[in-house]
Structure formats: structure tokens, C-alpha cells
């Protein structure tokens, strides 16, 4: 099967991201389905002209791509596994790409319980937050067969620029546990380094326009520090979906037997400001921890 253009893209997941994402497929020609458990984020799709559906399971019955971003590693297996689930109910031949932040060990059993009904599944978690789904300019990590990575490439490209096809099935889910632990204590730095500019009498956005610049510089510096010290905690990425991600990260970097002690501690730190009430927030909202 070769996709083209008039391909019918269901898309399940129109959150903070995944919204964005499919108005870029829409934009670029693309026919898009949409379902999301919270039917009121998909308006906007919808008077764009989405397509609404009321179920996974007819989602699955009328696209021959089907691209979900959904929460939590439950929420992948009930979609794609569950009784009205989509593996149930896709035509053969259909492509799945998963760019949830999941469990790389579920993300092949996705693979190959696609392969054995001849249909084809990639997991293409992302990076970049809002602010890259906005500008479709997402970091997109492949996991799967490269035949099928070549034949999705132009939809992903519609989303992202810095697209990689990293291996077998859960590579790319495997890729993401190593964006994320790079990123967990990263977070922890951006948040002292900007109190500690404060407790100093200096002027945090001057010296964020001065660092973000040399060895310190990176994606949490320039994006989020900003936010910080607006007093902005808006979700681009939920801190209860980071907590998520690290937790995965844990528990495959203990399989392998490799010792995480910054992903750890920005896991505990992580979860004390979830305590706090703030689970729903941005997860530049780390920064109040230390106010």
C-alpha cells in the first residue's frame, strides 16, 4: 500500500499538541478524523473541518493512518488493544503511529500484534511542547520497520523537522526516555539558576539573555526559563505526564541496571510539586518550589 495526499488520517488525542498537529495535516491537504474523550478541545479542529467521530472504533473503521497522542500508557493499550480498540477494528494495511510518551516494551507488543493482523505500527514520540507543535517543528523519533517509516515520512514532516527513524519497534520510545532524563535534572538547574540570579540583585532576564548563549544553553533555558520568571505556568507539557515519562525512564534504566540518581531526584521533586496541587501546570512550575 502507498499513502498519498488524499489519505484519510484519523487522529485520537487533540490536547495541548496534539491539537496543533492535526490542524498542520489539515493545512497541508490531508482528510483528518478526530476523537478525543473531551469532545469540547476538537471545536476548533472541527470548524476548521476535522471530522468529528464519536469512538475509537469508527476512527479506526473509515482512516488508513491512524496517529494517537493520548496520556498515559493505560490510555495506548485500552486505544490500540482494548475489545473496541483500534486493531480490532482497522482495515489491514492501515499505519499506526503512536506519539504518545509510552512504554517502549508496549510499544512492541503494538508492533508486532499489528504485524500479525498485516497492519503496520510505529511508535514517534515527540519533543518541542507547544511551542513545537505550534510551529511544526517537533523532534519526531521513530521505532519500526523503515519501509513503513519511509511511507508515513511526508505526514510526519507535516509536524516536524527533526524526524528520525532510531531502529526497531520501542527505539523510538526508547529514544524519548533519553530526551526526557537529559531533560529531568536540566530542569532542576534552569529553576536554581534563575532564584539564584534573584537572591543575587541581578536581573534574571539579563543574565538568561547572557547564558542562554555559551555552554549552559538549551531548550529549557531559552523556552521555559522565560515563562519562570513571568510568573507564566501554563501547560505546554503537563507536569503530570513529565512525572509519567520519568517514571517509565526509571523503571527501563533499572532493567538495564543503569543508575539515574538526577532523574530520581528531579522525579521527587517533581512529585512534591504535584502535591502541591500543581499537576495540571506547565512544568516550568518547578520554579515554585523554591519560592
Avoid at 526508547?174 to 538547574?189: S, V
Avoid at 540518581?261 to 512534591?272: F, H, S, V
Wanted: aromatic fraction near 6%; glycine fraction near 10%.
Amino acid at each position: 500500500m502507498t499513502l498519498s495526499e488524499n489519505t484519510t488520517v484519523g487522529f485520537i488525542g487533540v490536547g495541548v499538541m496534539g491539537r496543533s498537529m492535526a490542524s498542520h495535516l489539515m493545512k497541508a491537504g490531508y482528510e483528518v478524523v478526530v476523537y478525543n474523550r473531551t469532545k469540547e478541545k476538537a471545536l476548533s479542529l472541527i470548524e476548521e473541518g476535522a471530522k468529528w467521530k464519536d469512538t475509537v472504533k469508527e476512527v479506526a473503521q473509515v482512516s488508513n493512518v491512524i496517529i494517537t497522542i493520548v496520556g498515559y500508557p493505560k490510555d495506548v493499550e485500552e486505544v490500540y488493544l482494548g475489545e473496541n480498540g483500534l486493531l480490532n477494528h482497522a482495515r489491514a494495511g492501515t499505519y499506526f503511529l503512536d506519539m504518545t510518551t509510552s512504554s517502549p516494551s508496549l510499544a512492541v507488543k503494538i508492533y508486532e500484534e499489528a504485524k500479525r493482523r498485516k497492519m503496520h505500527a510505529l511508535d514517534a514520540p515527540v519533543s518541542g511542547g507547544d511551542v513545537g507543535a505550534k510551529l511544526a517543528k517537533l523532534a519526531i523519533m521513530v521505532g519500526g520497520d523503515e519501509n513503513d517509516f519511509q511511507e508515513v515520512l511526508p505526514i510526519l514532516e507535516k509536524m516536524g523537522e527533526n524526524i528520525i527513524h532510531q531502529g526497531n519497534a520501542g527505539s523510538g520510545q526508547h529514544t524519548k526516555m533519553c530526551n526526557q532524563i537529559a531533560i529531568a535534572p536540566t530542569m532542576i538547574g534552569v529553576c536554581e539558576a534563575i532564584v539564584y540570579a534573584e537572591k543575587a540583585g541581578l536581573s534574571p532576564k539579563k543574565v538568561l539573555q547572557t547564558i542562554e548563549t555559551g555552554a549552559a544553553g538549551s531548550f529549557s533555558l531559552s523556552k521555559l526559563a522565560p515563562r519562570m520568571i513571568n510568573g507564566d505556568f501554563e501547560p505546554g507539557f503537563y507536569v503530570k505526564h513529565f512525572i509519567k515519562d520519568m517514571t517509565i525512564a526509571l523503571q527501563s534504566a533499572e532493567e538495564m541496571g543503569i543508575l539515574t540518581p538526577g532523574l530520581k531526584l528531579a522525579k521527587q521533586l517533581y512529585e512534591q510539586l504535584a502535591e502541591r496541587g500543581e499537576e495540571n501546570s506547565g512544568t516550568q512550575a518547578l520554579y515554585k518550589l523554591y519560592n
